[in-house]
């Protein structure tokens, strides 16, 4: 199959012509086609989400296991009604404040919802977008579409269209290119389907962001790297996901302590004769003298980290290196998120500086 990547970028062309774009996409997608298309956090790969064999497309083009659910993505607040029931007054709430926006909700699903879409769960996961792109596709594309990220599954999730285009090139009719999105990690999934609201995935929007606005939210225990055994309740997160083709490992310490451990580290694997890569920031890429080293953000401002993560694993990745040490960063804000993603990238591989 031949893929078109079309820019909806604005630097080269007016708006009507890119909402044209938009709605040959938007047929595609009533059709029952795939078509990628940018959101703020990743570019996603969008079908009809009321149309069995579209879901179904998802899953093939991706190799996506089929009992891993999809999230479903909304233009407006009428349309949340549809297709999900029992919304509480909480969930509105948390919809007033960050929609649209990184956030998606799981609520009890209707009967308009096929089970193909929801990975045969009862429940469905909820997103309206903020990317301006993302909601003129939806609305063209009739109102409803379920998109995961555009990306083989288990590799990063894509954060520019080339990284789209690495994966999906053969596979799906179009992508949209809107160039690198703004956040670079997945939405916040926050469960409605329990008694207490539930965090099943941290995103740029923090639990303490949730608490001021609804009050009591709870962490899913299956997220807290330990031994209890307690997999996660998003099924997609208990798989070795986002994860580079090298084998990644977190340095932690102080700073001092993870720059000494890290050249050491390189330099055993180096003399085992292996190609290295180390993942610093720009406070210190330059204390790195082996090994090919990569910065992924400054921690002065730690979404520019979110951002940087996949693009740096995906880069990593053609260069062919074998092993990666990284920096880890705190939990503080969106660095939860960045944690739960790098902690799942390693499979969890941390050394103690
Ligand atoms: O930012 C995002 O959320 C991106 C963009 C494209 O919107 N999408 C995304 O989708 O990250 P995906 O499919 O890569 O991740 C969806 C996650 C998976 O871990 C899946 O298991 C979980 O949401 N999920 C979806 N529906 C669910 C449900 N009903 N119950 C529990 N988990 C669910
Ligand atoms: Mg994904």
Aim: charged share 25%; aromatic share 4%; glycine share 10%.
């Amino acid at each position: 199959m031949e893929t078109a990547i079309i820019n909806i970028t604005e630097e080269t062309q007016n708006q009507e012509t890119i909402m044209e774009k938009i709605r040959a996409a938007g047929h595609i997608i009533r059709q029952g086609g795939l078509v990628a298309f940018p959101t703020e956090t990743v570019y996603g790969l969008g079908a009809d989400a009321l149309n069995p064999q579209a879901s179904e497309k998802i899953y093939a083009a991706k190799g996506r296991p089929s009992d891993n659910p999809l999230i479903i993505h909304i233009s407006n607040m009428g349309d949340l009604e549809k297709i999900a029931k029992n919304v509480p007054k909480s969930a509105r709430k948390l919809a007033e404040r960050f929609w649209p926006g990184p956030l998606t909700m799981i609520f009890e699903k209707s009967d308009i919802v096929p089970l193909e879409t929801t990975g045969g769960l009862q429940t469905v996961a909820v997103r309206m977008p903020s990317h301006p792109a993302a909601l003129l596709l939806i609305e063209s594309g009739g109102g409803f579409i379920a998109a995961p990220s555009a990306n083989t599954s288990g590799r990063p999730s894509p954060t520019r269209a080339e990284h789209v285009a690495e994966d999906m090139k053969g596979r799906i009719p179009m992508i949209l290119d809107g160039g690198p999105v703004g956040i670079g990690i997945e939405s916040t999934i926050v469960d409605f389907s329990a008694e207490v609201p539930m965090i099943l995935r941290p995103g740029y929007i923090t639990a303490d962001m949730i608490r001021e606005t609804i009050g009591e939210v709870r962490m899913d225990p299956g997220l807290i790297p330990d031994d209890s055994g307690i997999s996660p309740k998003a099924p997609g997160m208990k798989y070795r996901h986002y994860a580079p083709k090298a084998q990644l490992i977190l340095v932690e310490g102080s700073k001092e302590h993870v720059q000494e451990k890290i050249n050491q580290l390189a330099k055993e694997a180096s003399k085992e004769g292996k190609s290295v890569g180390i993942i610093g920031t720009d406070e210190t890429r330059d204390g790195y003298p082996l090994g090919i080293v990569k910065s992924i953000g400054t921690r002065t401002d730690g979404a520019s980290i979110a951002r940087h993560l996949y693009g740096v694993l995906r880069e990593f990745d053609q260069l062919d290196v074998e092993i990666i040490y990284s920096e880890s960063f705190s939990e503080a804000g969106i660095g939860q998120a960045v944690r739960n993603r790098m902690m799942k990238a390693a499979g969890r591989q941390i050394i103690e500086a």
